[in-house]
């Protein structure tokens, strides 16, 4: 079966340094990726996404991710993580001709340390 | 603004009573989706509807009913059925879903329902 697995279950960094949240997918066909992030209560919140073309893309909030279809990932990176970026973070997949269903791993919290 | 709502933010239901969660949205999509998170699980999808007047099952769809009589609304009942309806809901729309291609989806605030 097709699925996302995000590792990391809880992940703790200092205030400024930098972040990278690991997500892999199983074999399948085209995969479109997304990142979100979610706040304790509330609803998802979209980073950023990967449809096609440069495989290295830019989100919101100073956010980046890169695909690597050799190695079936598409991981999160931030240079310098802020306060405010204490959340969890979530990696879908949806799969070409799976008909718009997002697949989602088990998420990363993410602490930071002042 | 445009968006997703959804009401209550907050439910609580006795064991045996059914209990409709509302989603509305007002960005013009076409497919509209629900899902179910619990801790340490991600989020699975229940139902799903691509179009007005059609939905079909996710993952979990057992316990659960929908209806898309509108194009804006996508009401969920969570059933007497559903053995462990305690959970946060969440709602998602997108501008299509055809088996060829998706579109980003975006999510509503969300509703925590817990059985009493």
């Known amino acids: 079966a097709q699925s996302v697995t995000q590792p990391d279950i809880h992940i703790t960094v200092s205030e400024g340094a930098s972040l990278e949240l690991r997500c892999n997918y199983s074999?399948?066909?085209?995969?479109?990726l997304f990142w979100y992030v979610q706040s304790p209560g509330q609803g998802l919140q979209l980073l950023l996404k990967?449809?096609?073309?440069?495989?290295l893309v830019q989100g919101i909030k100073g956010f980046e991710a890169e695909f690597k279809r050799s190695q079936s990932s598409f991981n999160l990176r931030k240079p310098s993580v802020h306060w405010s970026d204490a959340a969890e973070y979530f990696c879908?997949?949806?799969?070409?001709?799976?008909?718009?269903?997002?697949?989602f791993g088990q998420g990363t919290e993410l602490s930071v340390k002042p | 603004d445009g968006g997703i709502t959804q009401s209550p933010k907050y439910l609580f239901r006795k064991e045996g009573q059914n209990v409709t969660l509302s989603c509305e949205q007002n960005?013009?999509?076409?497919?509209m989706y629900w899902y179910r998170q619990d801790p340490g699980q991600g989020l699975r999808l229940i139902y799903y509807?691509?179009?007005?007047?059609?939905?079909q099952k996710g993952d979990i769809a057992e316990g659960y009913s929908v209806s898309r009589e509108k194009k804006e609304s996508f009401p969920l009942t969570v059933t007497s059925a559903q053995k462990n309806p305690t959970a946060f809901y969440l709602c998602?729309?997108?501008?299509?879903?055809?088996?060829?291609?998706?579109?980003?989806?975006?999510f509503g605030p969300g509703t925590r329902l817990t059985v009493l």
């Open positions: 998602a729309s997108s501008k299509r879903s055809t088996s060829a291609r998706t579109d980003t989806q975006y």
């Open positions: 879908a997949v949806v799969f070409y001709n799976q008909g718009g269903k997002l697949i």
């Open positions: 074999y399948g066909a085209t995969p479109y």
């Open positions: 990967y449809f096609s073309g440069d495989t």
């Open positions: 960005l013009n999509h076409d497919a």
């Open positions: 509807s691509q179009i007005v007047n059609d939905f």
